[in-house]
Nanobody, 126 residues
Framework: QAQLVESGGGLVQAGGSLRLSCAAS????????MAWFRQAPGKGREFVAT????????FYANSVKGRFTISRDNAKNTVSLQMNSLKPEDTANYYC???????????????????WGQGTQVTVSS
């Protein structure tokens, strides 16, 4: 059964850092675009970052560009999100997502992903 499991969330002060990880079952990782989305209370889910399975090309939301870095380890079937210079507005539940695709394409829309993790909470205090 395909599965995504996130970890690494927590409480951090503004300006601090956190690293999120997502472990994926092999069936949905080897040729899958991977991404992170987030959902703050009372808001819809929004795109954060994505990385392709072939060349490792990345794409970020403007709100996190220069602060967050997405990476993947194909040998370990994991994708990570390094979050630096965190702001209170980064507070949200962060979700890992995957989409099997034959193309090495960056996918940034929620409907393009068909596998989702359960989420991990990130809280940034001011």
């Amino acid at each position: 059964q395909a599965q995504l499991v996130e970890s690494g969330g927590g409480l951090v002060q503004a300006g601090g850092s956190l690293r999120l990880s997502c472990a994926a079952s092999g069936r949905i990782f080897s040729r899958s675009a991977m991404a992170w989305f987030r959902q703050a209370p009372g808001k819809g889910r929004e795109f954060v970052a994505t990385i392709t399975w072939g060349t490792g090309t990345t794409f970020y939301a403007n709100s996190v560009k220069g602060r967050f870095t997405i990476s993947r380890d194909n040998a370990k079937n994991t994708v990570s999100l390094q979050m630096n210079s965190l702001k209170p507005e980064d507070t949200a539940n962060y979700y890992c997502a995957a989409r099997e695709t034959p193309w090495d394409s960056t996918l940034s829309r929620e409907y393009e992903y068909n596998y989702w993790g359960q989420g991990t909470q990130v809280t940034v205090s001011s």
